[in-house]
Each structure stands twice: as C-alpha cells, then as structure tokens.
C-alpha cells in the first residue's frame, strides 16, 4: 500500500509557473505507474499526466501537452508536475495517483487505485 501526499499548490497569476510534488510512503513506490489528475469546480477529473514506473515514459493528452512536464524521482519516492504558462482554466484542485498494475490506459482514473488529498492550484488573470 502507498500513501500520497500532494504539495505545492497555491494562487499564481495567468502566465506564471508552479511545480507540484507528490510524496509517496511505502517501499513499493517505484513500481507505480503514476498520474496527475485534476478537477475544476463544476466539472468532471480529467487527466493532466502520467510516467511509467521508471520514468521513461511520459503520457499527456493532447490538450494537455506543451504547457505541462510530469517526472518522478524514485530516490525520494516523489512524483512532480511542473506547470508552465499557467492560465485561469487551470484553476483545479490536482490529485496524484498510483496504479500498481498497468493497463494501458492512463488517462483513466478507475485503473489508479491510491490517491492522495488533493492541493488547490488558483491561477488569477
């Protein structure tokens, strides 16, 4: 089992930059596949991005590439999301999670099966 911890949210102006951390407890954290996800207020979670077990490879959705740069550092059990021009609609509150087996599919949220707490991401125009 693994327990998550997302840090580094926060208000930032449109433009601007912010870097979220997600630490992991448990000895098993480099086995993970693990993603970003997020949820504006009113809307449905959606993917942001995932990185395989080893961090070789990275996954994003099309509206999502560019602006945002997931990576992992299995020394510190830590996975990040590096956000670039930031803008109003990527106000959310930004969820990490862990899939232990998988699939395929990551972009959706059922395959995870730990999630952590969540931290508010505020971009102000």
């Known amino acids: 089992q693994v327990q998550l911890v997302e840090s580094g949210g926060g208000l930032v102006q449109a433009g601007g930059s912010l870097r979220l951390s997600c630490a992991a407890s448990?000895?098993?954290?480099?086995?993970?596949?693990m993603g970003w996800f997020r949820r504006a207020p009113g809307k449905e979670r959606e993917i942001v991005a995932a990185i395989s077990s080893t961090g070789t490879n990275t996954y994003y959705p099309d509206s999502k590439k560019g602006r945002f740069t997931i990576s992992r550092d299995n020394d510190k059990k830590t996975v990040y999301l590096q956000m670039n021009s930031v803008r109003p609609q990527d106000t959310a509150v930004y969820y990490c999670?862990?899939?232990?087996?998988?699939?395929?599919?990551?972009?959706?949220?059922?395959?995870?099966?730990?999630w952590g707490q969540g931290t508010q991401v505020t971009v102000s125009s």
């Open positions: 999670a862990a899939d232990p087996r998988y699939s395929g599919k990551y972009y959706d949220a059922d395959e995870y099966i730990y």
């Open positions: 448990g000895r098993t954290f480099s086995s993970y596949f």
